[in-house]
């Protein structure tokens, strides 16, 4: 007993105080959902600054493991808000729906995209027609370390290989897709225009993407423009807000704007379920007379408009704020709204690294929180949150983020998935032929 109490007070300080701190902000840290990788780096940490430390750091690891391993959330469960991820065998063959991906479209293609369809197929309840360069992607599947997981897949069935011509790449025109007519692209379109798949996911060209899709979908009656949809995070995770256009017109006129929030309200809610989607219009102001002309002259179509619940005008502070479903501006304003949102995260995660305390305390704090930053830096990532819809042609298409990897791939491909089984186009058809004013 005496040299167990001996032992206990000629541990050296470091520990006494790593162990007093961890003890005192045992509850904060499962707050903010530390897990078991942050206990390791700690013990990581803490056995840099004093050796002979192992039994002790080890006994705070078992700690943190046992009080904090149920908070531990699969990555994509994390990201989507809560979302239940599937299991492949809770699911049927006869349940998979067909979704064509344009495997060669993205920065990193066709390898990630490749990944991330493998990865969807066991997480979804989905069959991939994967078109693709073949020779190309058996040499990135080698690379990856994929190629039993792709053989796999394409035995049971889950992944097709479809060849294509010559690429459509990232700095070509739009009109690159009447000259290269056996692109991935076009071929993928032609799967869901002949209905061989339900939706097509491209994270390639977007300008090539939206020609491709105007040229062999076509738009639907009653919709001069296709917008592009993006979510965008709020306070709420679960509570995600769709923001269009974001970039696929540039110059518009109120009737497009109008046009924009009767499919914004159409997908928010058959795709993310919200029965009364609160619609609003970007302004500089909440009152009604604010703004350009454009502005006030949407104001007063959307006002009048009985299809959807119009609460007013939507300041840029608002568009995060959970208190809008639907916001709708023309592309120039979206596209810079989303770019900035892309950047915050990162701007976040290197403001609050700059902040953290310094020293041997600091390291062990930052140990502990460095799971939970990288987590606030993805929720404000719109690359990690998949994909964006282009609305208003006759088709579903998600349009991939271009740095797009295998995480966003996934969660790009349940957004297809969701927009499919939901009934959307649906619900988008009885738009055709609906009256709109001639503005």
Same mark, same amino acid.
């Given at each position: ?9 000629n541990r050296p300080k470091a520990i006494r105080r790593l162990v007093i701190w961890y003890r005192r902000n045992a509850a904060v840290t499962s707050l903010v ?202 306070? /709420?995770? %679960?509570?995600?807000?769709?923001? #269009?256009?974001? @970039?696929? *017109?540039?110059? &518009? ?102 902040e953290l305390p310094r020293g041997r305390r600091g390291k062990v704090g930052s140990a502990f929180l460095r799971s939970n930053l990288k987590r606030i830096k993805?929720?404000? /990532?719109? %690359?990690?949150?998949?994909?964006? #819809?282009?609305? @208003?042609? *006759?088709?579903? &298409? ?42």
């Open positions: 007993m005496e040299n167990d109490f001996r032992a206990k007070n959902d530390t897990a078991t990788s942050s206990a390791s780096a700690a013990g990581s940490v803490a056995g840099s600054v004093v050796s002979g430390a192992g039994s002790v750091v080890s006994t705070a690891g078992s700690m943190a493991r046992s009080t904090l391993q149920p908070l531990v959330f699969d990555p994509l469960r994390r990201l989507q808000g809560g979302i239940n991820v599937l299991d492949k065998d809770s699911f049927k063959d006869s349940e998979r729906i067909w979704i064509a991906v344009d495997g060669m479209g993205g920065d990193y293609a066709p390898g990630p995209i490749l990944e991330g369809c493998l990865n969807a197929i066991t997480r979804l309840p989905l069959r991939i027609k994967f078109v693709c360069e073949v020779e190309k992607v058996i040499n990135a599947a080698n690379e990856l370390g994929i190629t039993e997981s792709l053989n796999q897949a394409v035995s049971d069935g889950h992944i097709e290989l479809i060849a294509s011509g010559e690429s459509i790449g990232m700095d070509d025109e739009a009109t690159a897709v009447r000259k290269k007519r056996d692109a991935s692209i076009n071929i993928a379109m032609d799967l869901v225009k002949k209905g061989d798949a339900m939706a097509v996911y491209s994270a390639g060209n977007s300008g090539a993407l939206m020609a491709s899709a105007i040229f062999r979908l076509g738009r639907l009656e009653g919709i001069d423009r296709p917008a592009i949809g993006a979510l965008f995070p709020t306070k /709420d995770p %679960a509570q995600p807000v769709l923001v #269009l256009d974001v @970039g696929a *017109n540039m110059d &518009c006129k109120p009737i497009y704007l109008h046009q924009f929030a009767l499919l914004g309200n159409i997908y928010s809610r058959d795709v993310l379920q919200i029965n009364e989607p609160r619609v609003g219009l970007i302004n500089i102001g909440e009152e009604a007379c604010k703004g350009n002309d454009l502005s006030q002259k949407t104001y007063e179509l959307l006002v009048n408009e009985d299809r959807f619940k119009f609460i007013g005008n939507c300041e840029g502070r608002d568009v995060l704020s959970g208190k809008f479903d639907v916001v709708v501006c023309d592309g120039f304003t979206g596209n810079v709204l989303l770019k900035f949102l892309e950047s915050v995260g990162g701007v976040l995660l290197d403001v609050l690294r700059a993805k929720r404000l /990532d719109h %690359a990690e949150h998949g994909g964006a #819809l282009l609305l @208003g042609v *006759n088709g579903i &298409c998600v349009i991939g983020h271009g740095s797009s990897k295998a995480l966003s791939v996934v969660s790009a491909l349940r957004i297809a998935h969701s927009a499919a089984s939901h009934g959307v186009m649906d619900d988008l058809a009885k738009l055709q032929g609906s009256k709109t004013a001639d503005v």
